[in-house]
């Protein structure tokens, strides 16, 4: 379903799909005959309990995520993630990070402040390194699975065989394609790029990683305490979680080339990234810099060759309805992020902009 509505290329709060949209519009006055907006529910009232009990269920047949894992609702985004990390898994101990952009190096500093913080590996921002160094008695290994800055993406998990767990901030795939849970201790991520409003952040964490935080890590953010709790120890991003399973439901009716669900948005997500990059390669005005082994699917950073058009380049976008298209300030350039929710219009009409403006500017 599209509209007249621009495209917005945000890294985060991100576009929505607009059946979503209008799903909130609709209801947020009275939620199903309830008499009130779900912002104005008791989160341990028996309409909310519904509405979050129905987003867990959703969400967990969307990932097929196993029995093994507790799924919790949480606040903090990633960057708080970086450090309730390591109050629940270091012990104090050593911790391994294998940096591959601006997020991973992020998450090593952090993490210093409650552990022994190794850098395994590090690489440019434009490649995943190889030669890990890694430890056999450290507490986990941290990795980011999609760095949103610098568009490098892990298709293929690591495979650790030491028996250390695997954390992985997925941020910016979450919900974009399959993960393979056999080979990850804990995963977590921010809502506002594929799922919902900023606000919500998602934690999935094997059981027996619970129950070992620093005395230091405050209960609310203690995995335990919020597991046991059912994600209700305190009072949750309510409405945030009422979007996200709205979006979860989205999901598991979305249909794309004879697929549906998950499998139907991670083929939809890899022909925008090809139509997007194909774009991209085959112009000498342009130019991407991640290795082809780990570009995002989600996140495309570009550069144009001079850069002094880049602001006539953002004010003609701007004017051609694609939105929210400047790199971060951190690397510069632009970039464009292409989750869930953008249609392969959105991708189709930014491509058409490319070639016009290096048909007038190059």
Same mark, same amino acid.
């Given at each position: 379903?599209?509209?007249a509505r621009?495209f917005n290329?945000s ?10 949209l209008r799903q909130?519009?609709a209801?947020m006055?009275?939620w ?5 907006s ?12 519904s509405?979050?009990?129905?987003a867990?269920?959703d ?9 093994g ?7 903090g ?18 911790v ?5 952009g601006?997020?991973?190096r992020?998450?090593?500093?952090e +993490?210093r402040? =409650? *552990?022994? /913080?190794?850098? %395994? ?11 890990w160094?890694l430890?056999d008695d450290?507490?986990?290994?941290h ?10 993406e892990?298709h293929?998990l690591?495979?650790l ?8 901030d ?5 919900l ?9 201790g804990?995963?977590f991520?921010?809502a506002?790029k ?5 606000g919500?952040t998602l934690v ?6 619970l129950?070992?935080?620093?005395d230091?890590?405050p209960? +609310?953010?203690? =995995? *335990?305490t /919020?597991?046991? %709790?059912?994600?209700m120890f305190?009072?949750?991003?309510t409405?945030a979680?009422?979007v996200?399973g ?7 009716q979305f ?5 549906r669900?998950?499998?139907a948005?991670e ?5 925008k990234a090809g ?7 085959a112009?000498?005005f342009y ?8 570009r ?7 550069f144009?060759?001079?850069e002094?058009l880049n602001e006539?380049?953002l ?6 309805g ?7 300030k951190?690397?510069g350039g ?6 869930n929710?953008?249609p392969?219009?959105g991708?189709?009409a ?6 016009d ?6």
């Open positions: 379903m599209t509209s621009p290329f890294a985060g709060p991100a576009t929505l799909p607009e059946p979503v909130v519009a209801e006055l009275d199903h005959g309830s008499g009130m779900v912002m104005e529910m008791s989160h341990r009232g028996k309409e909310f309990i509405i979050a009990e129905a867990e269920r969400l967990r047949e969307l990932l097929s995520v196993p029995e894992f507790r799924v919790l609702f949480m606040q985004g990633g960057l708080g993630e970086n450090a309730i990390v390591p109050m629940n898994l270091s012990r104090g101990g050593k391994d990070v294998v940096v591959t601006s997020w991973s992020k998450s090593a500093a +993490a402040r =409650y *552990a022994n /913080v190794q850098i %395994a590996a590090e690489g440019n921002g434009r490649e995943i390194p190889r030669d160094r430890r450290a507490a986990y290994v990795v980011c699975s999609n760095e949103t800055i610098d568009g490098v892990f293929d690591p495979h065989t030491h028996g250390v767990p695997l954390v992985i997925c941020s910016s795939h979450l974009s394609r399959p993960i393979d849970w056999s080979r990850v804990l995963a991520g921010g506002q594929n799922i919902g409003p900023a919500l999935f964490v094997r059981e027996e990683l129950g070992h935080a620093l230091i890590c209960s +609310a953010f203690n =995995y *335990a /919020v597991a046991a %709790a059912h994600s305190n009072t949750p991003p409405f979680i009422y996200a709205l979006v979860f439901q989205w999901a598991r249909e794309y080339a004879g697929k669900g998950l499998a948005l083929q939809r997500n890899i022909d139509l997007l990059y194909s774009a991209l390669d112009s000498g130019e991407n810099r991640v290795d082809l082994a780990c995002s699917r989600m996140n495309v950073p570009f144009l060759q001079d002094a006539t380049f004010a003609e976008a701007k004017a051609a694609l939105l929210q298209l400047k790199g971060h951190t690397v632009m970039r464009a992020s292409i989750y929710a953008m392969l219009e991708v189709q930014l491509v058409g902009f490319l070639k403006f290096e048909a007038r500017h190059g």
